[in-house]
């Protein structure tokens, strides 16, 4: 069988609804609406170049606060020098639990807020009929089109975003077909298990998930349980009511993501798995080609992994003034690698081709 590695980036929302999925509106409407005042308060002491009133508007704001909660543990394995202005956090150092706390939090809240929006919502709520249509017609053809594809070829998924779309469409394709995705949570509740099913493809959640919680023993919410994005309810999981509450998620700055990846027992072991697809060839085969939609090149570790895989890449991307040369030469930079070609779009929501690679790059006119 001729497995793909396919990785999806947040270009996926964003191909739809940047005001819904794009991370700036988003990161500044949980500041408003899913903090305490005296959170944002604690928060805008310690993050970079951001106003209380509207908060962060790029993971890099959050990279000094997320530094100073993890140099209790970093200074015990080595040195850590070229960091300075660290503010107060040595001299006040019983602010580090509150400032952790409210920092996971709001990491919680941003994916959960991603994870809960409904696009046939959105879709609801414009009085753009026609508009709202053509939208749920082309969702629609996308995911059957990919799931088709999956059915067949069982391949790799790796996920970058939060949003849960894609990753309740391969649960429900699951469940009415003999093909099986696993992501190591298995049980009653879900419990995190020191093992993958072998003959399974992998959904692999490298950034995390919204529904992962806990140490020493990680476990899965269910997606019900985080609501529906609308008003709060009695039933649905809050993060005030939650004492043991340890999040998996990656909201950073690319140079921190591989540190807060090793916190975390459940991201560690899908970037240990990811190594193995890619490098370690455990599988039998190596991808027979690895597919970045909507992924924007922004996280070295990962692009240093792909590079080292000698894998041929596609990268399926909006088209944005780019053209075929610079956009080739851009990716093999970033990848080290010598083997892409991309495919640049008007709408990357119009890809189909997932089984065929080209013989070349090329730039589609679609609508």
Not at 161 to 185: C, K, P
Not at 283 to 302: A, M, N, Q, V
Request: charged fraction near 30%; proline fraction near 5%.
């Amino acid at each position: 069988m001729s497995r793909k590695l396919i990785v999806v980036g947040n270009g996926l929302g964003m191909a739809i609804a940047p005001e819904q999925f794009g991370l700036k509106p988003v990161m500044q409407r949980v500041w408003r609406e899913g903090l305490e005042e005296d959170e944002r308060k604690l928060l805008a002491k310690h993050f970079r170049d951001i106003d209380e009133d509207n908060g962060p508007s790029e993971e890099r704001h959050l990279m000094v606060a997320q530094v100073a909660v993890m140099m209790p543990e970093l200074v015990k394995c080595e040195p850590i020098s070229n960091i300075t202005d660290l503010g107060d956090w040595f001299s006040t150092p019983s602010n580090l639990d509150a400032i952790k706390k409210s920092l996971d939090k709001y990491s919680f809240e941003i994916a959960k807020d991603l994870f809960l929006c409904s696009w046939k919502k959105m879709a609801d709520a414009r009085t753009d009929a026609c508009w709202a249509e053509n939208l749920l017609c082309q969702l629609y053809r996308w995911k059957e089109g990919l799931l088709d594809f999956l059915r067949d070829k069982n391949s790799h998924i790796a996920t970058l975003n939060y949003d849960g779309f894609l990753y309740q469409a391969v649960i429900d394709a699951g469940q009415r077909t003999e093909y099986l995705y696993t992501d190591r949570f298995k049980g009653l509740p879900p419990k995190w298990k020191s093992y993958f099913i072998e003959s399974a493809a992998r959904y692999l959640h490298l950034h995390g998930s919204p529904l992962f919680w806990g140490e020493p023993v990680p476990y899965k919410l269910s997606a019900t349980s985080l609501g529906d994005g609308e008003a709060p309810d009695e039933h649905h999981i809050r993060y005030d009511r939650q004492p043991d509450f340890t999040p998996h998620i990656i909201l950073s700055d690319g140079a921190l993501k591989p540190l807060l990846i090793a916190r975390s027992e459940v991201l560690s072991a899908y970037w240990k798995e990811l190594e193995n697809i890619l490098l370690n060839d455990d599988h039998g085969e190596r991808p027979k080609e690895i597919i970045l939609f909507g992924y924007g090149s922004g996280d070295d570790h990962l692009n240093r992994l792909i590079g080292q895989s000698g894998c041929p890449v596609r990268v399926v991307e909006r088209r944005e003034g780019n053209n075929i040369p610079d956009g080739e030469k851009c990716w093999k930079d970033k990848l080290g690698a010598t083997d892409v070609v991309v495919d640049l779009r008007k709408n990357i929501l119009t890809f189909d081709k997932w089984a065929t690679r080209p013989a070349e790059s090329k730039m589609e006119d679609d609508a």
